[in-house]
């Protein structure tokens, strides 16, 4: 495929804790295409987060990538060695972490953080940086940049930081951009702006983005395909629209299920039973079987393929092409 950025093939990325072996990445398998925004969806503990971390190799002690491939432009990102892939973080691929607060050095003014990241990955003297800094702070709409550059993290509201997190990882003009949970812990208008900025600003430079929530809301209106995970597996990936709308995997129409939905009229929200299962021991078979509606014996001792079961749709479930599961979104 010409226009394929990110290709990842059965990575596998694992914790050796105390308690034992924790399989948060288990096989995972997806592609980025040029231009195009991913949208990587699940409940807390389904393996996004690492993943994402996975592919700038930065996951955590004491995880370790233990088997996969990651190409991105074609070439191994697991074969490189450090100094090549600090060469690669920051400027061809970047990320957006859950929490700006914590990601903001608090004694350093933005001014300094940002022109500090630009001047590492281009040769640019440090008004020029200062200039390119300002640049970004317009392109990300922050009102008065020449003035609130020269402000500290404590001085600026959430949504401010947000947008200047968006700022930084936009500073090397990447061609991948890494969006982790980019609203937690945002107002819903706040939320609503990051995103139109997002997507807007994807359009404008032309370049593809990976964005991670666990909120199906978040990704209606800004993700081109999604791809679907729980307890660290690929379990449904196709176009945003197949998956709102001809759903095949039990667990996606559990998720969409769960999503409030003013369209249509509900005593309460349906919620997924019982919980994300312990990695350290997951169940046998499909992970998802002990939880769902439609399991059969088969389903607790044979592992699902993701089998394409119509053009650019893959699902990973036995019995998708028997059970007749509907999207709540879908008109009678």
């Not at 996004?48 to 432009?73: H, Q």
């Not at 100094?83 to 003014?109: C, H």
């Not at 600026?156 to 003009?173: E, F, P, T």
Request: with cysteine; hydrophobic share 40%; glycine share 6%.
């Amino acid at each position: 495929m010409t226009n394929e950025l990110l290709k990842i093939e059965n990575l596998k990325t694992y914790f050796d804790t105390w308690a034992g072996v924790v399989k948060a990445v288990d096989g995972v398998s997806l592609n980025v295409k040029q231009g195009e925004t991913l949208g990587l969806v699940g409940e807390s503990g389904s393996g996004k987060s690492v993943t994402a971390l996975s592919i700038l190799r930065i996951v955590p002690r004491p995880g370790k990538i233990v088997d996969g491939r990651i190409l991105y432009k074609g070439e191994s990102l697991l074969e490189k060695k450090e100094n090549e892939m600090q060469k690669i973080r920051g400027k061809e691929i970047a990320y957006i972490f859950q929490d700006p607060a914590t990601s903001l050095n608090p004694v350093f003014s933005i001014a300094d953080q940002l022109v500090e990241i630009i001047r590492h990955h281009q040769n640019l003297s440090k008004q020029e940086a200062l200039e390119r800094a300002i640049d970004l702070f317009k392109l990300v709409e922050i009102p008065d940049p020449e003035v609130k550059i020269w402000n500290y993290p404590h001085q600026l509201s959430g949504g401010m930081k947000q947008r200047i997190a968006v700022a930084r990882a936009l500073s090397c003009q990447p061609s991948l951009l890494l969006a982790d949970e980019p609203t937690t812990n945002l107002d819903v208008t706040i939320q609503a702006q990051i995103l139109e900025l997002m997507k807007n600003l994807k359009k404008k430079l032309g370049m593809s983005m990976i964005l991670i929530t666990h909120d199906m809301g978040v990704v209606a209106g800004v993700a081109d395909r999604i791809s679907v995970l729980y307890a660290g597996r690929v379990c449904e990936s196709a176009s945003a629209r197949t998956i709102f709308y001809n759903p095949k995997h039990p667990y996606t129409v559990a998720l969409l299920t769960a999503v409030p939905n003013l369209a249509i009229k509900r005593e309460k929200l349906k919620v997924i039973p019982g919980t994300i299962p312990n990695l350290i021991e997951p169940p046998s078979g499909c992970r998802f079987h002990p939880r769902c509606e439609y399991a059969q014996p088969a389903c607790s001792q044979e592992v699902p393929p993701l089998v394409e079961i119509e053009p650019e749709h893959y699902v990973a479930c036995l019995r998708a092409k028997e059970i007749d599961v509907k999207s709540p979104l879908r008109a009678e």
